[in-house]
């Protein structure tokens, strides 16, 4: 699966794009605004392996398209922004895309991103388990998905599933919270930055773990997080 759909309203941006990523053996199908995009996507929803939503739009904004894809699909998403602005990273991440890239960027840049993503939800190896097993959650590698105990789809966002996807691939090891933001995020924690934080509460709490003293994802003081959990893995 290297199938990628794009949306950005500019036409010699759209253009470039293609032709660098296919020559680089990827799939590429182009959008201009939010309606062809939609229709593209719901056309390729169960072959597309990425998602790059440019946030300025003539017809809405890569924040809504992020939203109604994500009601849909855990398909990994990049969002493209013109705006220094942090406001638009964060809300990009917590509505559920997987990166970000301020414009201008090169498309070298962009490629390596994507090759990023597909390494981190193993999409470029297809020996990688498919199922995540542990105190009666399953984390499907393929699907991404994770269901409780009880049967029912956890609702994670993409950053969310990938942060757990790394935990479970590393069970009982001590994760500091470089390692960890550099999986998820491609990039270091900055001395301020909370994303972390944020995400390990609200995956604490999709996951019933929370409280003062977690039992799944705990808290290694001054080193980072580990997940206690046994975890069993399968390819069926």
Known sequence: MRKILIVDDDQKTRTLLKTYLEKNQYDVSLAHNGETFLAEFHRYVDELSLVILDVMLPDTDGFALCKTVRRR???????????????????????????????????????ARIKAIHRRTGMDNAAAPRFYRFVGYTLDAVARTVTDPDGEIVSLTGL???????????????????????????????????????????????????GKQPLLIKTVRGAGYVFSADVAVSHV
């Open 73 to 111: 699909s855990n398909v990994p998403i990049i969002m493209l922004t013109a705006s220094s602005d942090e406001t638009d990273r964060v809300v990009g991440l917590e509505l559920g895309a997987d990166d970000y890239i301020s414009k201008p960027y090169s498309p070298r840049e962009l490629l």
């Open 160 to 210: 969310d599933f990938q942060l757990l996807k790394y935990f479970v691939e590393h069970a009982g090891d001590i994760l500091d919270r470089n390692v960890l933001c550099e999986e998820t995020r491609g990039r270091d924690a900055g001395p301020l930055d909370r994303f972390l934080d944020v995400q390990i509460s609200r995956l604490r709490l999709r996951l019933n773990d929370g």
